[in-house]
């Protein structure tokens, strides 16, 4: 086994608060921007934006965690960012279909819309 590279009791409950509760917290505000944005058809571009950085954040926790598992790293270390990588690549990468069929659907309202009030 390797030297780790922090403490490992320390560093996951850390890493756990400041990804779990920060992250958790910022992809739940996300979630209900979204909810609420999206079938409006408003802030598409902030929106997919926010959601692309939360994908590329959590695969880059599963590269380091992936790493730090075969690099023999205890499992305090390589877990925590495996499974908040895991966490954030898979639900935020389910919602871009999602978010994209929304805003086709306020896309097509409005323009069902405009058509009405023109004829």
Known sequence: MAEPWFE?????????????GGGGTLGGLLGAAIGILAPRGKCRRVLMTCTGAFIAIGIAMLAVGVYALLAGQPYGIWYPMLLSGAIFTLVMGSLIPVVRIRFREAEMRRITA??????
Do not use: K, Y
Request: glycine content about 22%.
């Open 8 to 20: 490992p009791g320390t560093f996951g409950a850390w890493f756990g608060a400041i990804v779990g």
């Open 114 to 119: 405009e058509s009405i009030r023109t004829s």
